[in-house]
């Protein structure tokens, strides 16, 4: 690999740093929590990531979620340019949205309509802004660790990319909008039903597969409480489903679990790689949207035809067997690591689900975000670091899901293995774990 001062990657980000806040527009691209410099990317070819000194990566980010496909399908692909070619937007209603609100709720058996944003960040503000409308509450109870999008209301002990940088909320939000939304550990029983008790909330806010703190399933019952102490308290019960929908199975969480969201935000996957993402519900509770209604929301890229083509597409291909198959890859993933890890005797407990992972640098099981936060960073930094080096892209901060796709075959899989075994050796040699 290039070295990391004298590299296009270097040149790029030093004139990005002048021209872009810490050189990104996005902060966990930064790769400040691993202690290294990002690397610009040329190019994806399937499960691969090719820089732009020329360094090929097998990518465990895949774009933070969308790419389930891989980079670049052909299938997508193609639907993009055909879509690209009939007019980029129109600012007025196309097919194609009409196929995609068709398929999503042929999938998600709690979504009967489907309001279509451009990020998971909007779709999260209006879900808000409709519960509150619906209930004529105020409150929003939500878990530390988990990530909404970057809503002012929404920032408080947030996971991804404030987690990452070990920010417990951020400048410039309003003691209002954070007066209006309570905390509560992920997987705290007690907690949940006292703040549910003392504030009665418009609704409960969760990831139903939390995987902005690391990937921390919830505990036995703790779905099902939240969807008791929602209908029991006149709350509603909003399922962000932008990472697990599409992903861990094609209704999500929702599916594997059985846990019935009154309102289900959905992002990454269902706009295929361009920018789309959804609210959905109940026919009656979305019909309270304008035009229908009188809650206010509105885009003008919303439903973009070539963002709806790429969702259409990817949703296409994504059948039983895609779902087993990619579940496969992620068993074997995680065995694998849990195997090097252990042999080089570095302790580590990788969580996963189908589709995600997270290798989190412990030597319990983290079930929190407080223990999320007690992991070895340092150690985990380093591991990153010595992946990187050997042409494996993890997500760059102890914070996050890998997200392995339909792409990644055996060739990627034994690489990826060798390379953590490699590194897992090498940090321990290095007094790093
Ligand atoms: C669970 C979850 N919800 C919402 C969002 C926000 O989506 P976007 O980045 O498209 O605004 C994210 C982004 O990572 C997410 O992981």
Redesign the pocket.
């Known amino acids: 690999m290039a070295s990391l001062t004298d590299s296009r990657s270097a040149e790029l980000y030093a004139r990005a740093l002048a021209r872009m806040p810490g050189g990104v527009n996005s902060p966990v691209r930064a790769m400040r929590a691993i202690g290294r410099d990002p690397l610009f990317v040329d190019r994806g070819e399937g499960a691969e990531l090719i820089d732009v000194d020329g360094n090929r990566f097998v990518d465990y980010v895949c774009s933070?979620g969308p790419l389930i496909l891989g980079h670049a399908h052909p299938a997508v692909i193609e639907a993009v340019q055909a879509a690209a070619a009939r007019g980029t937007s129109f600012g007025a209603p196309t097919a194609g949205e009409v196929d995609l609100a068709e398929a999503v709720c042929g999938r998600f058996a709690s979504v009967e309509m489907l309001r279509m944003t451009s990020?998971?960040?909007e779709a999260?503000m209006t879900a808000l802004r409709l519960a509150r409308a619906a209930t004529g509450r105020e409150k929003i109870v939500k878990f530390a660790g988990a990530?909404?999008?970057h809503v002012d209301g929404l920032l408080a002990q947030a996971g991804?990319g404030l987690a990452t940088a070990a920010l417990p909320a951020s400048p410039g939000v309003t003691a209002a909008a954070a007066g209006d939304t309570v905390v509560v550990p992920w997987n705290d029983e007690q907690a949940l039903r006292e703040a549910v008790a003392a504030a009665s909330p418009a609704a409960i806010l969760a990831?139903p597969m939390p995987a902005?703190m690391g990937l921390v399933p919830a505990r036995a019952g703790f779905l099902e409480l939240m969807r008791e102490e929602a209908s029991g308290s006149g709350a509603l019960l909003i399922l962000?489903e932008?990472?697990s929908g599409f992903r861990v199975a094609g209704g999500g969480a929702q599916e594997l679990t059985g846990v019935a969201a009154d309102i289900t935000?959905m992002?990454k996957v269902i706009g295929g790689g361009l920018p789309a993402?959804a609210l959905g519900g109940p026919a009656e509770l979305m019909r309270m949207l304008a035009p229908a209604g009188e809650v206010y929301q509105a885009g003008t890229l919303s439903g973009n035809p070539l963002a709806v083509a790429a969702g259409l597409a990817t949703l296409a291909l994504l059948d039983e067997t895609a779902y087993l198959r990619l579940a496969g890859y992620t068993e074997r993933l995680a065995g694998g690591l849990r195997e090097a890890a252990a042999g080089a005797g570095v302790p580590v407990q990788v969580q996963s689900a189908p589709g995600l992972l997270t290798v989190f640098f412990s030597e319990q099981p983290v079930q929190s975000f407080e223990q999320a936060k007690a992991c070895d960073l340092e150690a985990h930094a380093a591991w990153c670091r010595e992946l990187l080096g050997r042409g494996v892209y993890p997500p760059p901060s102890q914070f996050e899901a890998w997200f392995p796709s339909l792409a990644h075959g055996e060739d990627q899989l034994e690489r990826t293995l060798a390379a953590a075994e490699a590194a897992f050796v090498a940090i321990a040699d290095q007094g790093a774990a």
Do not use: P, Q
């Open positions: 933070w990020s998971g960040t999260s990530y909404h999008g991804s990831e902005n962000d932008v990472i935000i992002g993402a």
